[in-house]
DNA sequence: CGGCGGTGTTTAATATATTGGACATTGCAC
DNA sequence: GTGCAATGTCCAATATATTAAACACCGCCG
């Protein structure tokens, strides 16, 4: 084990933006609990900490592999001039994500009314994400990295890692986005 | 977790051939503890978990990311016409395991006494480990798998696996064997 | 047959993890 | 500034894991 279990369960809850109740309250324990783990003042059971860990989620098996230095994750911002235009018949699409590894998804469409947002909680699911701004500004979180996207300007991240779009705006948002529902299917291009 | 840490605690103790106890001391821990464990009446701590495990050993990462069903080992075994003659100069020599994947190692000369045998106890080591009978009879086993060999024949097999050497005869045995220093060298062909 | 050394299991006592609730601190709204 | 809702920490009570020692069982040898 290169890292105590105390430094990985506060790593990977902070990479989830989750504070000690939060998880706590998802993973069906007390923050108490989870405040001693990561002192490194307990050592867990197995079966609590795969409860702390389902609230995440996480297996235990990836608990105990993932590595510690992130991979210098690539910038999930592409530049204007990064989306080569590929245009369908009745809207316009453009390829956003070009050269990212392993990548199988395209397009929708979303509008965002002034001040509107994706909730609170910060959002997390199996699959990937992409998507672009076609009108107005709009503010994007992917883990701890955090940008005000304007016309033209995308975005390519893991949709398991938290994120929420917000409008912060005075004016109406639109944006172009995707997430793949079957995240094994293979490319279709 | 595809499996019970119980479930996975046994099948890691079997495959070593350790009783509850003989591991028990090895980790530091009384038998009891391994007992409980391996009846799932008990979850325990990473703690004692790790302990027990470095009696193996294992690592937790390992313990909770290996495979449940083997997958199907390749034998260990090599009749005798398999052995292509690579002789050397003033000791003749056999490429041992041809065909094997990712093998880096050459052989030693050993001989064993009537009734010699190396220990009671299993071995366990870092590396592979290769060997073929020259002269007289050796019994063999590896992990589960247990066998006489006769001059000309070998076996080749990952040196962690737990394996002893016997000679069960009444006359002098003779095979060539080698274990590699570093397995992590690139091969040398 | 009885005894010996091995196996895995069980139980009461002890050590440890976990809880529930309090505490101190911070940041934000009013 | 006060009030409020967060945050992480700490502590006594409780639940759980771990121990130490016994138990029953088995195969073997005298």
Redesign the pocket.
């Known amino acids: 084990m290169s890292l105590e279990v105390s430094t990985r369960l506060k790593l990977v809850r902070e990479k989830h933006a989750l ?4 998880l706590a309250k998802r993973a ?12 490194n ?5 197995i ?3 795969k409860k702390v860990l389902d609230g995440v989620p996480m297996s235990l098996a990836e608990f105990f592999t993932f590595d510690i230095e992130e991979p210098a994750r690539p910038s999930p911002f592409f530049e204007r001039e990064q989306m080569p235009d590929i245009g369908g018949e009745g809207v316009q699409l453009f390829l956003v994500g070009h050269g990212v590894q392993n990548r199988h998804i395209t397009m929708l469409r979303e509008i965002y009314e002034a001040g509107a947002d994706t909730g609170a909680e910060m959002l997390s699911h199996a699959g990937q994400e992409v998507g672009m701004v076609v009108r107005g500004e709009i503010e994007l979180t992917v883990a701890e990295q955090s940008r005000v996207l304007k016309p033209g300007e995308g975005y390519y991240f893991d949709s398991t890692l938290p994120h929420r779009f917000r409008n912060l705006s005075q004016q109406e948002a639109e944006i172009v986005s995707a997430s793949l529902v079957s995240p094994n299917a293979a490319p279709s291009f």
Not at 32 to 38: A, N
């Open positions: 504070s000690q109740r939060e069906g324990v007390t923050n108490s609990t989870i405040s001693l783990i990561e002192q003042r307990v050592s867990p059971s079966s609590s900490l």
